[in-house]
């Protein structure tokens, strides 16, 4: 049993991985094969092959702890006394928490509408131009990168040093601020401006995501739409306004409701730059340090239900634009 | 660098139908064509990688340079060293080589399984026929909306329970768990975009569900495959918060992301760690996100365009 559990060398790893596979193959391949050998099965059994593992992870990892985390929330940080709304009063009403909300207000606001207002401006811009395929794959590469890194990669353009003779600023940001002759600031930590800093870098992550689908979008409008609007004398930005965004608005509204939820949930960038200190925390990050830092579960469970509770009114606009384009075709 | 510029519309399926957008995209190329327009794209292009090629040459200067002078300064004055990257993969404080295994272990069987049976459950769902099908599927597409925090508290609880905390295991299984939604949901979108002559083809000729789902529909869904399966390799190499949660405290499991995110708090100006450890976390999520771009893209569009 020991052996399945603690790998510490790296054959012993490799071994566990390769075991790990080759076990998933075997049940899954006995599974199938039963289902094919027997004659005239029932139909259950073969949909019970096919669908059987994968409701029994659902259900046991993500609809049972769903619920017990919802339970959870009422109870104190043990999970042993039933507190009623005690945590959601918490989170509501506390000077600490409400900086927070604010926070997490503002990400989700912020990072969705610039995203897509850069996302859909850039790729009108490249759109058809010689230097296209290079100059989106440069926008797009931060996605390929983890919020970590991109956190790492931001700290050190916001890196600061005192301002004292024979002290060079390394950060990027600090230098060009003395380079106008401006002091150079601490980026991250004088709040309320650091929230927008570390924004900032989420923008940077998620630009390619939106330009990427708002140009497949801008890509898939019919010729003859534009060119009856070129032959109506319209051009430029006129264009822009009343032919492209138009004709891709379900583009806009899935970009736009797709980064608030990603948004919604950031936790990787404010812990890799922050740790959340500083007046920055948001509710995903705060979820982790109640949950995981502090062991105040319940406290922590209710902050994991106000996110599930806030991407609802998300999806639910998305489902409902989806709709109504639907309609209009 | 990539040359294969994304032309999708939002049918996914048509390998083929790059041909004609290819075409029209090619001869509008060179009928409109604004210098100004490209002259910004540029602009914003550079200014979007400067910060990351800051990083990157930083982590290639030596410890004092860094200390000392910004990394422009590189350009007057070319100072380059190995022995940051050395420190890292290697010095014992950090030993990011076997941090890179560890990524590595947790990486492929997180992608492998999820993806196997979400095309058995996705294929069940569009090609077998019964009872109560769209509810289930309506159902297990909707839990795309559950955020994993809300189940990380209990499936902790549970791993322990269960006597798995701290191993591997409790990772591949959260992996694998939290990507099957979307998954299903993507490989379904695939699926059934397959003529059903192809199936009754070969329903016809004898062949039961296990056969025709492996030698009918398998063969034609290697680019769906491929899609979601960057995805979900990119997801969980970069993923911190799964990782931080149920490997946070157990140093033979924890991957890069971990332990890039813990330098950056507890030795924050340590850049010339710093810097080289997080492009070593870094150097294969790009060099597959540029290999297989292509089917990346398709799968984001497949997912987000559909909603």
Redesign the interface.
């Known amino acids: 049993m020991e052996w399945f559990l603690r790998a510490d060398t790296v054959e012993h790893k490799l071994a566990l991985m390769v075991f790990a596979i080759l076990l998933f193959a075997g049940v899954m391949g006995a599974i199938l094969f039963g289902v094919d050998r027997l004659r005239r099965v029932p139909l259950w059994v073969i949909v019970g092959g096919f669908l059987g593992p994968t409701f029994l992870l659902l259900l046991v990892g993500l609809v049972y702890p769903a619920l017990s985390t919802i339970r959870g929330s009422f109870y104190d940080r043990n999970g042993s006394e039933f507190v009623g709304l005690d945590n959601y009063v918490t989170v509501f009403t506390e000077d600490n928490f409400q900086t927070v909300l604010l926070n997490t207000v503002l990400w989700v606001v912020l990072v969705p509408l610039v995203t897509t207002v850069f996302g859909l401006v850039y790729a009108y811009l490249v759109d058809r131009t010689r230097f296209e395929s290079l100059a989106k794959a440069l926008v797009f590469l931060p996605m390929a990168i983890s919020m970590v890194g991109a956190g790492v990669i931001w700290k050190f353009v916001y890196e600061f040093r005192p301002d004292q003779p024979g002290v060079n600023q390394i950060g990027l940001l600090n230098q060009l601020l003395v380079l106008v002759g401006i002091d150079p600031q601490q980026f991250l930590l004088d709040a309320p401006s650091n929230t927008l800093y570390l924004i900032v870098v989420m923008i940077w992550i998620q630009a390619g995501f939106a330009m990427t689908v708002l140009s497949a979008a801008i890509k898939a409008i019919p010729d003859d739409i534009v060119e009856a609007a070129r032959l109506d004398g319209v051009g430029g930005v006129q264009m822009f306004r009343y032919v492209t965004v138009p004709s891709i608005r379900p583009a806009l509204v899935v970009v736009i409701t797709t980064v608030a939820i990603v948004t919604l949930k950031v936790f990787d960038v404010v812990r890799t730059m922050t740790g959340g200190n500083f007046g920055t925390s948001v509710v995903a990050n705060e979820f982790y340090t109640q949950a995981f830092r502090q062991f105040n579960f319940g406290l922590g469970a209710a902050l994991a239900v106000l996110l599930f509770v806030l991407v609802i009114p998300i999806i639910a606009y998305n489902v409902r634009q989806l709709r109504l384009s639907e309609d209009v075709r | ?10 049918v996914p399926m048509q390998d083929r139908a790059t041909g004609r ?1 290819g075409r ?2 090619a001869s ?2 060179t009928k ?3 210098p100004a ?2 002259i ?3 602009v ?3 200014l ?5 090629l ?2 990157l040459i ?1 982590s290639f200067r030596p410890e004092l340079d ?7 300064t590189f350009f007057t004055d070319p100072q380059v060293t190995l022995f940051n990257y050395n420190e890292v993969l290697y010095g014992g404080s950090t030993n990011f080589a ?1 941090l890179f ?2 990524s ?2 947790i990486t ?2 997180a992608v ?2 999820p993806i ?3 095309l ?2 996705a ?2 769902f569009a090609w ?1 026929d ?1 009872p109560g099908r769209n509810i ?1 599927f309506v159902a ?1 597409f909707s ?1 795309q ?11 902790l609880t ?1 791993y322990v329970d269960a ?2 905390a701290g ?3 409790t990772i ?3 992996h ?3 990507a ?2 979307l998954a ?1 949901f993507l490989l379904h979108n695939f699926m059934k975009d397959i003529p059903a002559s192809l199936v009754e083809a070969a329903r016809m000729d004898g062949a ?4 025709i789902f492996f030698s009918v529909l398998l063969p034609l869904l290697t680019p769906a495959i491929a899609a979601f399966g960057v995805f979900q390799f ?1 997801w969980v ?5 799964v990782a ?2 149920f490997a ?1 405290g157990a140093p ?1 499991v924890v991957p890069l ?1 971990v332990r ?2 813990e330098l ?2 507890t030795r ?1 100006s340590d ?1 010339y760690l ?2 080289p ?2 492009f070593i ?2 150097i294969l ?2 060099v ?3 290999a297989l ?1 292509r089917y990346f ?1 398709r799968g ?2 497949a997912g ?2 559909k ?1």
């Open positions: 660098m990539t040359t294969t510029t994304p032309v999708m519309a939002p957008a029209r995209a509008a190329k409109l064509s604004s327009a490209s910004i794209a540029i914003i292009a550079v979007w990688t400067v910060p990351t800051g990083l930083t860094i200390r000392q002078s910004g990394w422009w076997s295994v560890n590595l272990v492929l069987p492998v399984i196997s049976l979400a058995l459950a294929y069940a077998i019964f289930l297990v839990l909306v559950v955020p994993i925090q809300v189940t990380l508290i209990p499936l549970l006597g798995l191993s591997f295991w591949w299984l959260s694998s768990i939290f099957l939604p299903i039961g569900h296990v056969k990119l190499w970069n993923d911190l918060l931080l949660t946070g033979d992301t890039v995110a950056a708090g924050g850049w710093l810097a450890g997080a976390a870094m999520p790009l597959v996100f540029l771009q893209v984001l569009l987000s365009v909603g």
